[in-house]
């Protein structure tokens, strides 16, 4: 199947969910305000595509969203790093991360909001915190999956290739 088939399937999908929404929302065999018609729904995100209010919080949502996935690539690599090639300081610091890792970043709410506010500082907290698990793990893994023989500078890689030493 060519991609201008699989566009063409995709788009006949959207289509035909839109039409099953307009017809479902219209016929009334759901409250309108479960399930609008797809009409209603299409001109208010019209609206609101042009609403300055509604697009600068789109804007601060997504720079919370950014600020907080900085940090934690600039907190989980070094460390995910650190964990994968050091058995030592892994085996030290699993009991605390095994702890922390199952914590939902929505349980934790409350308690950002009590130590940091409202505003910027907790939404980039809490989303730091939330993306730092599997940044933090896939670096680790990555590491873990490396081929020792593409890593010719890496200590627990062992020799460079053909030299004998590390």
Not at 24 to 53: I, K
Not at 108 to 116: F, G
Request: with cysteine.
């Amino acid at each position: 199947m060519s991609r201008r088939q699989e566009w063409g399937l995709g788009a006949l999908g959207v289509l035909l969910a839109l039409g099953v929404c307009e017809a479902v929302g219209r016929a009334g065999v759901v409250r309108r305000s479960y399930l609008p018609p797809a009409s209603d729904v299409l001109v208010r995100v019209a609206e609101l595509a042009v609403d300055p209010v509604f697009l600068g919080e789109v804007a601060a949502t997504l720079r919370a969203w950014a600020l907080g996935l900085a940090l934690a690539c600039a907190v989980a690599v070094p460390l995910g790093l650190l964990l994968g090639s050091v058995p030592v300081v892994e085996a030290a610091v699993r009991a605390v991360i095994e702890f922390l890792r199952p914590l939902p970043s929505v349980a934790l709410i409350p308690l950002v909001s009590l130590l940091l506010g409202s505003g910027l500082g907790t939404e980039v907290a809490l989303v730091a915190y939330a993306s730092v698990w599997p940044v933090l793990f896939n670096t680790v893994y990555g590491l873990g999956e490396t081929d020792p023989l593409a890593c010719t500078r890496c200590r627990p890689c062992g020799p460079r290739p053909g030299t004998g030493r590390r």
